[in-house]
């Protein structure tokens, strides 16, 4: 039982090219999370899925789109990245519907830095 | 997008000291949860609080949820090495598909 995985770990890219984040999890967990955090601020909504083939907007949205084709893996793309896409990316999902159950299970994170 | 205040933002102290900090809010929260986020990882859940006024404990660690439902309280007693990290408060507001809303942090530091 990994838990939830993330890849890859580390990314340098240019401004302007794209690329995938992959969040992975082997706990049968219907609700996962795409978070991003940078220096002196706590980790901020990205993009988030209730369900295979479901999808949301966060609070931060724009210039990043997910997928939940499976219902293990939640990918996150950048189609054109900027420097202000430098952050720390990391992943999260839920364990259960039920109302107490609200423990979020975090990725180790994506360090992402674009030039 | 809201963020939650967390105070103090940093705290060195020394090994053996109690640590407290607090998360306030300008909305109301169902749920406050306390997290934790080591250097390079990400963050593990803490603390749980569900009910206004709850008080619940995790070992050394007590937090509290406020009576308004727009605060809570973390402490830390006596403090040991391990406890080095980065502390987050998060609420969640019920319906909203468990989305949480993240504090800015108080990083604490401990010296032997």
């Known amino acids: 039982n990994a838990g939830v995985t993330q890849t890859p770990k580390f990314r340098v890219l240019k401004t302007g090219q794209s690329m995938t984040l992959l969040c992975a999890q082997d706990?049968?967990?219907?609700?996962m999370y795409w978070y991003r955090q940078d220096p002196g601020m706590g980790l901020r909504l990205i993009h988030y899925s209730v369900g295979e083939g479901t999808t949301a907007k966060g609070e931060v949205p724009d210039g990043y789109n997910v997928s939940r084709l499976k219902k293990q893996n939640f990918l996150l793309g950048l189609e054109s990245a900027a420097p202000s896409q430098t952050s720390v990316y990391f992943c999260a999902s839920r364990k259960t519907r039920l109302a107490r159950e609200e423990t979020q299970y975090f990725g180790p994170g994506t360090r992402l830095l674009v030039l | 997008g809201q963020q939650l205040n967390q105070s103090p933002q940093s705290m060195f102290i020394q090994e053996g000291e109690d640590v407290s900090m607090n998360c306030t809010s300008s909305s109301i929260f169902n749920t406050w949860l306390w997290y934790k986020q080591d250097p390079g990882e990400g963050p593990v859940l803490l603390i749980a609080l569900y009910k206004a006024g709850e008080l619940t404990s995790n070992g050394r660690l007590t937090a509290q949820f406020g009576i308004t439902r727009k605060d809570s309280f973390l402490n830390i007693s006596a403090s040991i090495p391990s406890d080095v990290g980065i502390y987050f408060c998060a609420g969640l507001v019920a319906g909203t598909a468990s989305k949480l809303t993240f504090g800015t942090g108080t990083r604490l530091q401990v010296t032997l």
């Open positions: 706990m049968n967990h219907e609700y």
